[in-house]
């Protein structure tokens, strides 16, 4: 079974620190990932995604993938209270498969 | 607003009552889900559609009942529902199933079944 693993959390990181999000996968194959932010109550946003190893840069989000070691993070700078949510990690494995997604990092940003 | 469009946001729901959820995509993806999303659980996958074809069902009891006549309508027939399956019902789209591009959520229906 192809899996997904982030650790539920909660993560709490003070106002300005940076927070670091984490996710392996199970699927040596898989060839795209991405990062979705769910705020509570509401539906997941994309807010990332990589396809290659290395990292990937967004104003204050840098997704770090590295396909040997099979996991994908995310770094949050300057972390804000509004950065508050639940983050998702989906994967979309080799072969005609939807995405499979992490069951989510709850993140708490203390002002 | 991502694209992609789902009515009613808010349902209740008599366990006798039939009911429907809609999704629309303006994105011209070929792909539509269903997903469940219980109260402090993950997201479970429900249906997959790929061309208004079903590629995908996660082994979800009939009295869930999918429909898509087009690759930008997306319903969820709903009749004779239990108290547990109140929840955060999500639709998403695709370009699609196998292009390992992102999916775009809707806004949600959150359904309490009494």
């Known amino acids: 079974q192809k899996e997904v693993e982030q650790n539920s959390g909660p993560l709490s990181v003070p106002e300005g620190a940076i927070a670091s999000l984490n996710c392996t996968y199970s699927d040596r194959g898989s060839q795209s990932f991405f990062w979705y932010r769910q705020y509570s109550g509401k539906s997941p946003e994309l807010i990332m995604s990589i396809y290659s190893n290395g990292d990937k840069e967004d104003g204050r989000f840098t997704a770090q993938l590295n396909k040997a070691s099979q996991y994908v993070s995310l770094l949050i700078r300057d972390s804000q209270p509004s950065d508050s949510a639940t983050y998702l990690c989906a994967v979309n494995h080799s072969g005609n498969t939807p995405l499979v997604f992490g069951k989510g990092t709850r993140l708490s940003v203390i002002a | 607003e991502t694209g992609v469009t789902q009515t009613p946001r808010h349902l209740v729901m008599g366990m006798t009552n039939k009911k429907s959820l809609k999704c629309e995509q303006h994105l011209g993806h070929n792909a539509m889900y269903w997903y469940k999303q219980s109260a402090k659980k993950p997201l479970e996958l429900m249906f997959v559609y790929n061309f208004k074809e079903q590629t995908e069902n996660n082994s979800v009891p009939s009295r869930f009942s999918p429909e898509c006549p087009n690759s930008s309508h997306l319903f969820l027939h709903l009749h004779t529902l239990q108290p547990e399956d109140s929840a955060l019902y999500l639709c998403?789209?695709?370009?699609?199933?196998?292009?390992?591009?992102?999916?775009?959520f809707g806004q949600g229906t959150r359904l309490t079944v009494v």
């Open positions: 998403a789209s695709s370009q699609e199933t196998f292009s390992g591009t992102e999916a775009f």
